[in-house]
T-cell receptor
Framework: AQKITQTQPGMFVQEKEAVTLDCTYD???????LFWYKQPSSGEMIFLIYQGSYDEQNATEGRYSLNFQKARKSANLVISASQLGDSAMYFC???????????????FGKGMKLTVNP | DVKVTQSSRYLVKRTGEKVFLECVQDMDHENMFWYRQDPGLGLRLIYFSYDVKMKEKGDIPEGYSVSREKKERFSLILESASTNQTSMYLC??????????????FGPGTRLTVT
């Protein structure tokens, strides 16, 4: 069984500063994928970034980067130059491949709330 | 632009009622999912489907059923709503393309209150 742990229930950061959101995972699979999603107060889940277990380089998408440390089983999200619009819930998730029809599902962490202060 | 829509943003139902939550995606995705989201618990998978008329139980299927008669539509059914099913319900879809990072696309959510 897979497990995603996000230990920080909430964080505060000043606008324009960088912030790291922690995520650790537990799996016995060799091939897996890790996702980060953002959920603003409006409720929609927004995909931010993806890291495959075999990817040698850390994933980056604009101001988002993923600090992937495979041996430590951590996949921390780094947001550079925080903006007020970054205030939201953030969820780490792991892709679990299923036997049925080659499908997959995501296992989510409990999420953490980021507040960016002006 | 990819889109997943859900029939209602807010819904209030009485205990014992049969409740239908509808989800439609326009991306021709094979996979569709229903999650519920509760504070401090994250998202938990209720049911998913990887093809028309196919369904699989997720982690918390009790009290729910689903229907997928068409590829684009995935319905969640609460046969007899109970107060402990008050929650935010999120629908998602994803592609089965091999070799592609197939993130899940989410709908806006339905906040269901059962009184």
């Amino acid at each position: 069984a897979q497990k995603i742990t996000q230990t920080q229930p909430g964080m505060f950061v000043q606008e324009k500063e960088a912030v790291t959101l922690d995520c650790t995972y537990d799996t016995s699979d060799q091939s897996y994928g890790l996702f980060w999603y953002k959920q603003p107060s409006s409720g929609e889940m927004i995909f931010l970034i993806y890291q495959g277990s075999y990817d040698e380089q850390n994933a980056t998408e604009g101001r988002y980067s993923l600090n992937f440390q495979k041996a430590r089983k951590s996949a921390n999200l780094v947001i550079s130059a925080s903006q007020l619009g970054d205030s939201a819930m953030y969820f780490c998730a792991m892709r679990e491949e299923l036997a049925q029809g080659g499908s997959e599902k995501l296992v989510f962490g409990k999420g953490m709330k980021l507040t960016v202060n002006p | 632009d990819v889109k997943v829509t859900q029939s209602s943003r807010y819904l209030v139902k009485r205990t014992g009622e049969k409740v239908f939550l509808e989800c439609v995606q326009d991306m021709d995705h094979e996979n569709m999912f229903w999650y519920r989201q509760d504070p401090g618990l994250g998202l938990r998978l209720i049911y998913f489907s990887y093809d028309v008329k196919m369904k699989e139980k997720g982690d918390i299927p009790e009290g729910y059923s689903v229907s997928r008669e068409k590829k684009e539509r995935f319905s969640l059914i609460l046969e007899s709503a109970s107060t402990n099913q008050t929650s935010m319900y999120l629908c998602a879809s994803s592609s089965l393309l091999a070799g592609v990072v197939y993130e899940q696309y989410f709908g806006p959510g339905t906040r269901l209150t059962v009184t």
